[in-house]
């Protein structure tokens, strides 16, 4: 009974495989493929043996000019205890400085039209109202002055000078 329980099992078994290897067969008639052959895949993308070349590779490029620049402005006070609460504008920035040396920053390079207006606050004398304007050559890191003067009764003039 073992014997034919057996034989039963290997016949079924042979069957199966032989079944499976028609079946098999039969896919690869309708695919048109065999099995140890694999078709890319559409959805990944190719993978390819890099190439030796003779290209050159170009230098990397220098980068463009500066167009802006951080300068400092500096006022070396008076005799007059004065305080300048001004707004400086030069090409297209504007500012007020806060303290006797003040660094302004992105400031265009090269010759610049320049504005200062208003007070000087002076303990001793009293005030004016400050108005100035010119043309500065504004350098990278440059140094300008605040030079002042009175020019008449509560008016005075001011402007920026480089050092």
Do not use: H
Not at 27 to 32: D, E
């Amino acid at each position: 009974m073992v014997t034919v329980t057996v034989l039963t099992a290997i016949v079924g078994l042979v069957t199966a495989i032989y079944k499976c290897g028609s079946e098999q067969q039969n896919f690869i008639k309708a695919v048109g493929t065999t099995p140890t052959q694999e078709e890319p895949r559409t959805d990944q993308p190719k993978t390819t043996t890099p190439e030796i070349s003779n290209t050159i590779i170009a230098e990397p490029k220098s980068p463009p000019p500066a167009t802006k620049t951080n300068v400092n402005i500096i006022y070396q006070g008076d005799q007059f205890g004065c305080t300048l609460p001004v707004s400086i504008t030069i090409g297209d920035k504007t500012f007020q400085p806060t303290s006797n040396a003040y660094t302004a920053y992105d400031i265009p390079l090269g010759t610049q039209q320049y504005r200062i207006q208003g007070t000087i606050n002076c303990t001793s004398i009293g005030g004016c109202t400050a108005y100035g304007e010119g043309l500065i050559n504004v350098r990278e890191n440059a140094t300008f002055a605040i030079r002042w003067q009175n020019t008449a009764y509560a008016q005075c003039s001011i402007g920026l000078f480089e050092q």
